[in-house]
């Protein structure tokens, strides 16, 4: 069979002093870091979406990216033979896992019947292919929000029937993904949010939504699908106001409506951003929740407010995300998926090398260093030191919950005034993280 990507080698390790743009510097699949190899604790993901449907469209211009695979159609014929490019390019990549939307993978017909026997013939497809490459299913989703019918939402919109369709849709989604062995099934709200308050149920539409995990959490154990259910946070766009907002508002979602323990986060960078977080805010955040499941690996332009889906390439950025992911010893069964497309002016296959090559040195360069701050325990140290009032005497009365109100005025009554306050040392923790940095 004739190759989609002619010339492009497997991407092999060479080490940091390598010169070849088709090589990794830092991401060494058999190095172990923390006791794990890098390929399990990264769980590198690529997606199906922008990476095999991107065209490279904008508002302003049509389709530039050169897939000389694709022949732009919506057939299946076309829908089978991305697969074959899909899966030598991760296969030349190395990743050792890949996501999709049901609509990314085969084309939708007129009926739900008709689409979903396409979605079968396209998954058969699938299937043979990872089991000749090993390359697994990371999460599947479903797209509810491209087709006109989602225009009002879906789970959360106010007409029953589409309520129905998404139902279907979900139900088959979680089909396909058990059937490929998928260990995650993720919910992004898509049009799960509104516009305008004049004319939405709030309580109606957010009991909906939640009945609707259930019910898909449901239908997960009768078929015997053990992955892990994943909300994707995101604060806006398409709606103005996403009830999906951000990690705090998920898990209120998800707390409030018994889905604790059911459903666990995919956090993702642009998304952090565009709802006034660091991506590092996010993670930890779920992370104490016990619901850091899996990420979305990307960045936004600081400079432009929307969804740009770039590529991770800033060690800061990596560093930082890997901190709070080795606290969990990684994100097993979840994973580091590039929800990343290249810039319709990077137009050529071969920029679909540079970009995930780049992502993933990225990641396995935060991660070593992350490492190394966290052998020396210099942030550790310094976050205990802050808190040791906490250890002993009034603070730990205070810590284990058994402080009154009227101990405390007594206690402070005699004291007089509190103890002295200590820098909180930002400046210096901020230099000792860049000499880690190198
Ligand atoms: C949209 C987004 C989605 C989800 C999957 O911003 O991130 O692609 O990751 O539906
Ligand atoms: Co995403």
Redesign the pocket.
Known sequence: MSEFFPGVPKIAYEGPKSKNPLAYKHYNPDEVVEGQKLRDLLRFSVCY?HTFRGTGSDPFGSATLQRPWDDGSNSVENAIKRVDAAFEFIGKLGAPFYCF?DRDIAPEADSLRETNKILDAVVKKLKEKQGETGIELLWG?A?LFSHPRFMHGAATSCNADVYAFAAAQVKKAIEVTHELGGVNY?F?G?REGYMNLYNTDLNRELSHLAHFMHQAHEHAKSIGFKGQFLF?P?PK?PTKHQYDFDAAACLNFIGRHGLDGIVKL?I?TN?ATLAGHTMMHELEYARIHNALGSI?ANTGDLLLGW?T?QFPTDIYLTTQIMLVILKQKGLAPGGVNF?AKVRRESFEPIDLFHAHIGGMDAFARGTKIAAKIRADGVLDKFVQQRYRSFDSGIGKKIDDGKATFAELEKYMLEKGEAAANESGRQEYLENVINDYLE
Request: zero cysteines; proline letters at 0%.
């Open positions: 979406w939307h989703t797209n993720v992004w898509g994707e995101k766009e995919n993702e998304h979305d969804d889906d929800d």
